[in-house]
């Protein structure tokens, strides 16, 4: 179960008939079905003083980022919501780089990507030396992607399917260029250029098919915002909001990209929206301050999260839809999750759905910087729909939500206590059920747990 700092376990949000089977017959008894509440978990540290969090999987159940260790490293990790513990990736330290960040995931978890470093740098902005790393649940080991033929490289993104992984790696003549890696064959490809000689690519469509980042015009530097689709083998330019301007986040149909821009030629950074309809970007503002990013968007395009400066300075996280038209203060939204003092700085990641948020804050209970998963949305009660006995077998179908996890649990009375029956089912569409073999008892309770 996900373990949260606002809820000591599930509650009951919806309540339906109550049933009971015992061998070859049915009778009247319990059968409910539970949701969890709006949450935000803290996620500690490997020993160490901070962490942060920068990628989410498609159900929120894996969260990767960095964390400092008891020994002082910087090291990549996984976050298990199920288990309520963080992972340790290490870092390729057999080539001297010792300190190591993850920056995506792949839907199922089962595939990380990130950088390892020689130094301690946990966020993007930092110069090198790096080297772009994969990590496979499969065999529980960090491996070097290599470079295009220069010194070094990152890994910003990975696609849903942990195929395909963007980011930026040195040539043979020391220019940092957009690459996509195709894990399966080995495969390292330059992305190419809006005409300058260099340029990185943050983050990648859960298909693939569309890449974002930035690259040189021509070798003032001057930076732009791309879009690069793998059909037609296009970069495209985004253009600006009047000076530079960088991308960060696609939608997988590649008609919202996310990221931020100067207003003018060397002036603050602001985040922006642009989208494929009218092919302009859109100045999201901030919260009074000068500066404001735009990190991620949701993959079907509706929402978008980062920070943004107030008036006194201070980075706080934001949400924002075009519905709303306004930067949406996380803190000032789930105030009501937060303890006194703490405070979400910024918003890294959103699920494909948009339900989960990820990012990094300051928790007020251990007074350090720490990764938080913000889940937005309980699912909410739903229905039971169909409970059909036979044959000392009963199968329990109810509504679901694509992608929701659920557990059916039973008791041998309606005061508990409850256990888990069979394994975890993610539905795949608008219903889900299960059949239970309960014919060596006489009466049982059930329940269905949203998780």
Not at 4 to 10: A, K, R
Not at 183 to 199: E, M, V
């Amino acid at each position: 179960m996900r373990r949260v700092t606002s809820e000591p376990g599930p509650r009951v949000r919806g309540v339906g008939r109550v049933w009971a089977i015992g061998g070859a017959f049915l009778t009247s008894g319990l059968l409910c079905a539970t949701s969890w509440s709006q949450s935000i978990t803290w996620m500690g540290t490997l020993g160490g003083n901070a962490s942060g969090a920068w990628s989410v999987s498609l159900d929120g159940r894996y969260v990767v980022g960095y964390a400092q260790n008891a020994s002082g490293l910087y090291r990549a990790f996984r976050w298990d919501a199920i288990t309520g513990q963080m992972q340790e990736l290490g870092a390729l330290d057999v080539i001297g780089y010792s300190h190591a960040t993850a920056y995506g995931v792949s839907a199922d978890g089962s595939v990380v990507v990130g950088r390892a470093a020689q130094n301690p740098q946990p966020r993007f902005g930092e110069q090198p030396p790096w080297r772009a790393f994969v990590w496979r649940e499969s065999t529980g080991q960090m491996q070097d992607l290599g470079t295009l033929g220069g010194a070094w490289s990152a890994a910003a993104s990975v696609s849903a399917d942990g195929r395909y992984v963007a980011g930026y790696a040195w040539d043979i003549s020391g220019r940092r260029r957009p690459t996509v890696w195709d894990l399966a064959h080995g495969h390292l490809t330059d992305l190419g250029t809006l005409g300058g000689s260099q340029g990185e690519a943050y983050d990648i469509s859960a298909d693939a098919r569309f890449i974002a980042g930035y690259t040189w015009i021509d070798d003032s530097p001057e930076v732009r915002a791309f879009l690069w689709d793998a059909v037609t083998g296009q970069m495209r330019n985004l253009g600006t909001l009047g000076g530079w301007s960088v991308a960060y986040g696609v939608s997988i149909d590649g008609r919202v990209v996310v990221g931020w821009s100067q207003r003018v030629p060397g002036g603050s950074w602001v985040a922006f929206w642009w989208d494929a309809d009218n092919g302009q970007m859109r100045d999201l503002g901030t919260f009074g301050g000068s500066t404001s990013l735009a990190r991620s968007v949701s993959q079907d395009g509706r929402y978008a999260v980062g920070f943004a400066e107030a008036s006194n300075g201070q980075q706080r996280a934001f949400r924002y839809s075009p519905q709303a038209g306004v930067l949406e203060d996380l803190n000032q939204t789930y105030a009501s999750l937060l303890s006194n003092g703490s405070l979400l700085t910024m918003a890294t990641d959103i699920s494909a759905d948009g339900r989960y948020i990820v990012g990094e804050g300051y928790n007020a209970a251990t007074e350090r910087t720490e990764a938080f998963l913000l889940d937005t949305a309980a699912l909410g009660a739903f229905r039971i729909l169909k409970v059909t006995p036979g044959n000392g077998r009963l199968t329990i179908e109810w509504e679901a939500r694509s992608g929701a996890k659920y557990q059916l649990q039973a008791a041998d009375a309606v005061s508990g206590p409850w256990r888990d029956v069979g394994p975890e089912i993610i539905a795949s569409g608008p219903t889900a059920s299960y059949t239970d073999d309960a014919s060596s008892v006489r009466q049982r309770f059930y329940r269905v747990v949203a998780r």
